[in-house]
């Protein structure tokens, strides 16, 4: 099997001092109907940190916890990441596994400037082939005159095609602008209370959502309305998450679908 140098270094961690983490467990109450505790999705994650002068090496596993005869099937990921800093950047590489299966993984490279509000990534997969590119971003943020312009440009290595997202932010109020070849959106933001917020998005093709996110003490209800689409409500509230998502047709509502789900963390 072949592993990329990186994840190498993060499991040695050679020349480094250790801060380990305990294992952290949780379980994920799912909506459907089970014969047994498969409904619960128990996992168990663990991580941890070496350091190597000035580069910091973290590591990590989640893995399934139902009982099973194959034992393969457990892990769920295996991960890796070396950071460091050079003058104002700060740069990391991140490799993750899904699974045993060590000849395919998901590679991520990041830098970042605190001070000029500039990120750049690239996202890639490494196979047989090598590292191939998959996206490649950037996010520069401006102030002007009390608001927040953020421009976000990505490009799909895949299919060549440019995505640009611009924003603008002030005073409880946003309008985000997201342009393709193909499709152009605009969503406006405003915060109307300490409690409410409303979010209509529009598109070129003529497609309307509408968002209404509602605070209620502990717990927040987002309602979004598709005309002659659908009606998705969502509440979460405690680690508890509940979603409804109804069908329209002709203003009839059909196809009512209802999820509920916790996490259980300890």
Same mark, same amino acid.
């Given at each position: 099997m072949k592993y990329p140098s990186l994840f190498i270094l993060s499991l040695l961690g050679l020349g480094g001092s250790a801060v380990a983490e305990l294992p952290k467990f949780s379980i994920t109450v799912q909506d459907g109907r089970y014969s047994d505790v498969y409904g619960l999705n128990p996992t168990a994650s663990w991580s941890n940190r070496n350091q190597a002068g000035n580069v910091d090496i973290d590591y =990590?596993?989640? #893995? @399934? %916890?139902r009982v099973t005869k194959d034992i393969t099937?457990? &892990?769920k990921s295996l991960w890796g990441k070396v950071s460091s800093t050079f003058g104002p950047w700060g740069l990391s590489a991140k490799v993750n596994f899904e699974g045993l299966d060590y000849t395919n993984a998901d590679v991520k490279f990041g830098a970042t400037?605190? =001070?000029? /509000?500039? $990120?750049?990534? !690239?996202d890639g997969s490494y196979g047989n082939g090598g590292i *191939? %590119?998959?996206?490649?971003? =950037? $996010? +520069? +943020?401006?102030l002007v005159d009390d608001a927040t312009i953020t421009?976000? &440009? *990505?490009?799909d290595v895949n299919s060549d095609e440019a995505t640009v997202f611009i924003s603008y932010d002030k005073d409880g109020t946003s309008v985000e602008v997201e342009a393709c +070849? @193909?499709?152009? $959106? !605009? #969503?406006?933001?405003?915060?109307? @209370?300490? /409690?409410n917020r409303i979010t209509p998005t529009f598109s070129n093709s003529g497609a309307l959502s509408i968002d209404w996110e509602h605070k209620v003490n502990d717990s927040t209800i987002t309602t979004t309305? +598709? &005309?002659?689409?659908?009606?998705? !409500?969502?509440?979460e509230e405690g680690g508890w998450n509940a979603d409804i998502n109804m069908d329209l047709k002709n203003n009839d509502i059909t196809n009512v679908k209802i999820g509920v789900k916790k996490d259980i963390s300890f």
């Open positions: =990590g596993i989640e #893995t @399934d %916890l099937s457990l &892990p400037n605190a =001070g000029e /509000e500039l $990120t750049l990534s !690239v *191939r %590119l998959n996206e490649i971003q =950037g $996010t +520069k +943020k401006f421009v976000n &440009p *990505r490009l +070849k @193909d499709v152009q $959106t !605009v #969503t406006l933001s405003r915060q109307l @209370d300490s /409690e309305f +598709k &005309p002659e689409k659908s009606i998705n !409500v969502v509440w």
